[in-house]
């Protein structure tokens, strides 16, 4: 991977909220196809790093390049566009209580094309099919949905345009160990199956033994170490070695390889 261009750069990545610095000189680089897990312990800023990449948080300093562009040069028609070419699913799926979960498929359809409502309502199909809902979850309201179906209506929503990156924030948290472990195989499915690339914030070890191809870690401000779970269990800091092959680490690597 080290002669291909990364589809996601970030270098130098500085965000600080008032005296409080979350990250300091961050790097990281993501590459086209992987599936690649962020961790770290509580504070390490995981969800602040995916909101930087998005634009949704401006950095203190430092500069973020995906697909080519750099996020902080570029105007909003352009911002806009390089939007439709990624999909976001938030924790508890974040989908709008008011709409159907048809509806909230809908949502970048009818924000960013002009497409007939006969067609929306196809793909909003399609879609729902996609991430293993029944059909009929489509009229029904987030209210109605169990934590996973809110999950898996999230997901539709965040692969409506199609996109090239999928950027999943804690996409098992809350979700019993039979649900965890199918939508870690939805997503390894997708991924495959769509050529997606995936950014993944998790703390869940089923969930980076089964689906990330690397790995990479925050602490001490920045990536303290990028790579393959072997690279994981090689790592002498303090943090990544107790998460890597404590307890509940054995027990994940056990139940990954049986």
């Avoid at 974040?94 to 067609?119: D, G, K």
């Avoid at 070890?205 to 790579?227: E, F, M, P, S, W």
Wanted: hydrophobic fraction near 40%; charge should be negative; charged fraction near 20%.
């Amino acid at each position: 991977m080290d002669s291909e261009e990364p589809i996601i750069k970030v270098r130098g990545l500085k965000n600080q909220f008032g005296s409080q610095v979350v990250h300091d000189n961050l790097n990281l680089d993501v590459y086209r196809g992987e599936v690649l897990g962020i961790v770290g312990g509580s504070g390490t800023g995981k969800s602040v790093l995916l909101r930087s990449i998005v634009g949704l948080q401006r950095p203190t300093s430092g500069s973020i390049s995906v697909l080519g562009q750099t996020i902080s040069q570029m105007d909003e028609d352009k911002r806009r566009l390089l939007e439709q070419k990624w999909g976001i699913l938030f924790q508890d799926g974040a989908l709008f209580s008011a709409l159907t979960v048809a509806e909230n498929i809908q949502v970048p359809y009818r924000e960013h094309l002009q497409l007939s409502e006969t067609l929306m309502d196809e793909l909003a199909a399609l879609k729902i099919s996609m991430t293993g809902l029944p059909l009929e979850a489509g009229t029904k309201y987030p209210s109605e949905l169990s934590g996973g179906m809110r999950k898996r209506a999230g997901l539709a929503r965040a692969l409506a345009l199609d996109p090239d990156i999928l950027f999943l924030d804690e996409p098992t948290s809350g979700l019993d160990p039979i649900g965890a472990a199918a939508f870690d195989t939805l997503i390894r499915d997708l991924q495959s199956t769509l050529g997606l690339t995936v950014f993944l914030v998790t703390h869940d070890l089923d969930t980076l033994h089964a689906t990330c191809d690397r790995i990479a870690v925050l602490a001490d401000k920045h990536v303290t170490v990028q790579g393959t779970m072997s690279d994981m269990l090689k790592c002498d800091h303090p943090w990544v070695k107790e998460y890597f092959t404590g307890p509940r680490a054995r027990a994940a690597q056990m139940s990954a390889s049986g």
